[in-house]
């Protein structure tokens, strides 16, 4: 049976749960739960009982595989808790997308890539294979994707950040 919870921000943060969000999203939209959605997290209960350790108890974490998610929650706006899905990566945003979780907007917080081609914001360098999801993930869906680390931070459409190396290819 699907889970039915009011998704207030579908994010990629590869730190998944940190300051940022306990200190300033979870309040700025306050939010009662959320979803870590991590194949690698979800396989290891020792990585699970800390991300949980570091979150206060009031607030609900549920830690998940990408196919427990896509077959146990489903993306709605107004009913039940307020809640934060994070991904560690755009592959794992984008195939839960894929997979049948639409959302309608996509924040990118905090992305690092070794072999990284772009430097969209100080906290996002993406690669050619997650700008290519990110580019497909725009073409077929009307997702809109926004990079912002904070709330109180400018967001900066993905377009935008991404239009010289577009132009450029």
Known sequence: MAKDLNIVLVRVDSRLIHGQILEAWVPFINAKCIIVVNDSVAADPFLETVIKMAVPSDMEVIICSMDDFVQNYTFTHGRGKRTIVLFSTIADACE???RGFQFDRLNVGNVYNNEYKVCCSPSVFLCDDEITRLETLLKKTGV?????RV???????????LKDYWRAK
């Open 96 to 98: 839960a997308y894929d």
């Open 144 to 148: 809109f994707v926004e990079l912002q």
């Open 151 to 161: 709330p109180k931070g400018r967001a900066v459409n993905i377009r935008e950040a």
